[in-house]
Nanobody
Framework: VQLQASGGGLVQAGDSLRLSCAASGRTFSNDAMGWFRQAPGKEREFVATIKWGGSLTYYADSVKGRFTISRDDAKNTVFLRMNNLKPEDTAVYFC???????????????WGQGTQVTVSS
């Protein structure tokens, strides 16, 4: 079972990026999918999660209105569209899968390797 995150890069403040997380090894259509991020010297923090079926989403206050999580279960892929990026969004972004709809990192059973997002001012 593998989650492969991609789409990170170096951008300027105000730019947009779309992260992708492709799952393999089994279907994740019955799992909640989440995005987390970790900046240097900081703990991993919740960014967004989407429930199985895509009917519910939940965002951290810091990204609400700028980030959008979505999923394509036919492709076993989850996305994170990030608009109006800010320097404080700089971090390694991780995708994860859980049998719970939760913002708690410990509730996720599967994790991807992370993709770096760097936002310059």
């Amino acid at each position: 079972v593998q989650l492969q995150a991609s789409g990170g890069g170096l951008v300027q403040a105000g730019d947009s990026l779309r992260l992708s997380c492709a799952a393999s090894g089994r279907t994740f259509s019955n799992d909640a999918m989440g995005w987390f991020r970790q900046a240097p010297g900081k703990e991993r923090e919740f960014v967004a999660t989407i429930k199985w079926g895509g009917s519910l989403t939940y965002y951290a206050d810091s990204v609400k209105g700028r980030f959008t999580i979505s999923r394509d279960d036919a492709k076993n892929t989850v996305f994170l569209r990030m608009n109006n990026l800010k320097p404080e969004d700089t971090a390694v972004y991780f995708c994860a899968a859980s049998d719970l709809f939760t913002r708690v990192p410990g509730g996720y059973q599967y994790w991807g390797q992370g993709t770096q997002v760097t936002v310059s001012s």
